[in-house]
């Protein structure tokens, strides 16, 4: 992928993300929690279409990362979720509910 390639001075990760667990991320009913994500306060950059994985790939930047130099290719991640259903849905929701306010 062409896109791949950022001017010298870029901290840019690309993010790898499956399009199968897409459908899930908008189903009623499912809680999604992000385990291996983006850092808070990062910024979108692009995206691309791996056409040899045919997954989605999100480029983003933020001050954490290792710098991209002249010509360099990103490093690339993927994001890791749980999903929550039924049963453990309800269970996850009680968490949440007593975290906020906990205040934790």
Known sequence: MNSEIFPRGKRIRK???DP??????FKTGVF?????????????????????????????E???????????ESPTHTIVAQTYFGKDLHVMKRFIKEAMTSGT
């Open 20 to 25: 199968q667990i897409l459908p899930g991320l």
């Open 62 to 72: 933020h001050e954490s990362f290792e710098m991209i130099h002249e010509g360099g």
């Open 15 to 17: 993010y790898r993300i």
């Open 32 to 60: 999604n929690e992000i385990i291996n994500g983006i850092p808070e306060g990062a910024q979108f950059r692009g995206y691309a279409i791996d056409h040899v994985t045919n997954n989605l790939v999100i480029f983003v």
